[in-house]
């Protein structure tokens, strides 16, 4: 199977509860992420959600991934799929590794599985990945 991968991280001068608080409270996603602009349902593993991303500057992507993983603090992975289950499935992860000295690495990735994946730009989905990492830790940063 072919698979792509998409991987950023930030440092952020902040603890890891405070920035698993604003990644949980996804009603505000809205009001300060410039890349999942609506995430709709409850956190938790085997629940569908509805996410609504910027997928490119002039357009948006709705899919409804199954959360398949959940540690407070840690980490967060949905896994979506196009249509049927190796045509296009993605499972996208958030990452959270705290320090000692009271920061954190937020890692910010999703591996990309399936037969039309050669096909792919992932150009788009990674720029969305630092503009939402950039605005979590200016939001992180400023609580």
């Known amino acids: ?3 792509k991968t998409i991987t950023t991280q930030i440092q952020i001068q902040a603890p890891a509860n405070r920035i698993w608080q604003i ?3 996804t009603a505000s996603f809205p009001l300060w992420n ?4 609506e995430l709709q349902g409850e956190l ?3 629940n569908k959600i509805k996410v609504r991303i910027q997928s490119s500057p002039n357009s948006e992507m709705t899919f409804s991934p199954k959360v398949t993983m959940m540690e407070a603090n840690k980490s967060l992975q949905w896994l ?3 249509g049927i289950s190796g045509l296009f499935d993605g499972r996208h992860h958030f990452e959270i590794v ?3 000295d009271g920061t954190s690495t937020f890692i910010h990735k999703e591996t990309f599985r399936g037969l039309i994946v050669p096909f792919f730009n992932t150009k788009n989905t990674r720029l ?3 503009a939402m990492n950039k605005a979590l830790k200016k939001k992180a940063e400023r609580q």
């Not at 410039?34 to 602009?37: A, L, N, R, T, Y």
């Open 44 to 46: 938790n593993v085997g």
């Open 23 to 25: 990644l949980t409270d």
């Open 80 to 82: 979506g799929k196009l």
């Open 34 to 37: 410039p890349f999942i602009k």
């Open 98 to 100: 705290e320090h000692a």
């Open 1 to 3: 199977m072919i698979t």
């Open 128 to 130: 969305g990945f630092e």
